[in-house]
């Protein structure tokens, strides 16, 4: 079993539905890291959270810390948003991070 | 803010040739660097990491090795590479004296290496 998992590995949504994807750890963490992979490789990272809620424009994630759960949100969701996301924890103090499968999102207009 | 440049983008080199990547970082200093590696159709794989200058520890047995002669340069190479080098590898910083300890990552924009 991963340390790091990802649901669903595939996604495939309508232009404006809102989306879904989840990541639950098993690890021991103080913070989980969200981060975008675009078809031509390249990483964003989107979000650092260690408890609650952050947004940044129609992106949201949540955490729960003692359900060891993670939930990134998209509302509106659009073409421009079909990439992989990566859910991905640190450990110790070298932050050396567990990566997620990742999950490969198409949005259809 | 933080950058990270990372070069070659897109390399195809022969097998039995060697490897050079590097990677640099600007906007902060003393940072924890990595290495990563992504397979087709695979996840990332951390491969080396960095706490400081000359201080390198890798993650798995493998045909690469890493050096950091400088706090802000890290350079991923092997003497003959193989086949199942072929990947995508990805240069990452945290940490350093600008963003501490937030944990907060930088990417590199990877380099994609095809070995024939």
């Known amino acids: 079993k991963n340390e790091v998992e990802q649901s669903p590995q595939n996604l495939t949504a309508q232009e404006g539905e809102f989306i879904t994807i989840n990541c639950s750890y098993s690890v021991g963490i103080s913070a989980l890291h969200w981060l975008q992979q675009h078809p031509g490789g390249g990483i964003v990272s989107l979000f650092m959270?260690?408890?609650g809620k952050k947004k940044h424009g129609r992106l949201i994630a949540t955490i729960n810390i003692q359900e060891k759960h993670s939930s990134l949100h998209i509302t509106a969701s659009h073409p421009r948003d079909s990439a992989v996301y990566i859910c991905a924890a640190p450990r110790g103090a070298t932050n050396k991070l567990i990566f997620g499968t990742g999950t490969l999102l198409a949005v259809q207009p | 803010s933080q950058t990270i440049h990372q070069w070659p983008a897109t390399l195809v080199q022969p097998v039995g040739s060697p490897l050079s990547l590097e990677c640099t970082v600007e906007?902060?200093?003393?940072?924890?660097l990595y290495w990563y590696r992504q397979a087709a159709g695979r996840g990332l794989q951390l491969l080396f990491y960095s706490i400081g200058i000359d201080q390198i520890s890798s993650e798995v047995p493998q045909n690469l090795s890493a050096s950091r002669p400088q706090d802000r340069q890290f350079i991923l190479s092997s003497k003959k590479l193989l086949l199942s080098d072929s990947g995508f590898y990805l240069c990452?910083?945290?940490?350093?004296?600008?963003?501490?300890?937030?944990?907060?990552?930088?990417f590199g924009e990877g380099s994609r290496l095809t070995v024939l």
């Open positions: 990452a910083a945290s940490g350093g004296a600008v963003f501490g300890v937030t944990g907060e990552l930088f």
């Open positions: 959270l260690s408890s």
């Open positions: 906007g902060t200093s003393n940072p924890n």
